[in-house]
């Protein structure tokens, strides 16, 4: 069966923004759907996300795709570079998912160290393709928080199919983004590939 793990970002949980939207239109199209939510989503830390998603995809296949946004991303970037030799996913789909920096953020303390920790390493690219059949990357045009070259590791680095669609700002609850058709059509695309 084909099988959808979404992984949120910061601050995010399993019913934010246009997560029950897809959810709902993935599993009348038969895909099974997982959201879990990641630990301690104030403070996201690579040391227990990337775990948890882990947990969440349990066996990978060709027949599992992953979503992330924005730190969801990084997770899934993440989760990835540690596959074992040999096993792959149908695909990924990256919604503002960043390597290159942030803007915007609050200049407290957490949120530095969270920067910090997944910004002052960037994942291991070529071992991340070799897991990955395809991936599709969507940015906005005027995100506050992931300025537009961070499309440029995805493009240039994962050699993923690059997407933006203007005015979406961070593709979130408080942008008003419920419904996000763009997903749902690019894990149809990446699943008849």
Known sequence: MKRVVIAHGWEGNPEEGWFPWLRKQLEDNGFEVIIPQLPNPISPRIKTWVPALAAAVGTPDEQTYLIGHSMGCQAVARYLEGLPVGQTVGGAIF?????????????????????????????????????????????????????????DDYRDQLGSEIIVKPGMKHFNGESKCFELPVVFESVLKLAQD
Do not use: C, M
């Open 95 to 151: 919604v503002a998912g960043f390597f290159k920096r942030l803007t915007n953020l609050d200049g407290d303390a957490n949120s530095r160290e969270t920067e910090k920790d997944w910004l002052s390493s960037k994942p291991d690219f070529e071992k991340i393709k070799t897991h990955l059949r395809r991936s599709i990357a969507i940015f906005s045009d005027d995100d506050p928080f992931v300025p537009s070259d961070n499309a």
